[in-house]
């Protein structure tokens, strides 16, 4: 399984970023795709999911701010952050999983994850 997440970068407070993943090899015919967020000594937290009968999630920093889609035609995940704040830096990463989650956002559900891309939020 190969996942590439780009996208992320320096971006002042109130702005906006797109982050992509473009996953391949899955072995699953259905899944889950989530995001995942990680600072420095700090654990992975999941902010968003797509699980495989389509039901998103979003943790409760994040929603309404942040929209969580995915395009099958290009097998890609999207992550459009807006309004960031500060507190939204950190490392963020994609993952993959056989589903089936109802609303989980354990990183221990996913198997496969993406090297990640660090957002900052600063003026």
């Known amino acids: 399984v190969h996942m590439v997440e780009s996208g992320g970068g320096l971006v002042q407070p109130g702005g906006s970023l797109r982050l992509s993943c473009a996953a391949s090899?899955?072995?699953?015919?259905?899944?889950?795709m989530a995001w995942f967020r990680q600072g420095p000594g700090k654990e992975r937290v999941g902010i968003a999911s797509i699980d495989k009968d389509g039901s998103l999630t979003y943790a409760p920093s994040v929603r309404g701010r942040f929209t969580v889609s995915w395009d099958g035609a290009e097998s890609t995940l999207h992550l459009q952050m807006n309004s960031l704040r500060p507190e939204d830096t950190d490392m963020y990463y994609c993952?993959?999983?056989?589903?089936?989650?109802?609303?989980?956002?354990?990183?221990?559900?996913?198997?496969?994850w993406g090297q990640g891309t660090q957002v900052t939020v600063s003026s």
């Open positions: 090899g899955y072995p699953y015919s259905t899944y889950a």
């Open positions: 993952a993959l999983g056989p589903g089936g989650y109802y609303g989980a956002l354990g990183p221990n559900l996913y198997r496969y």
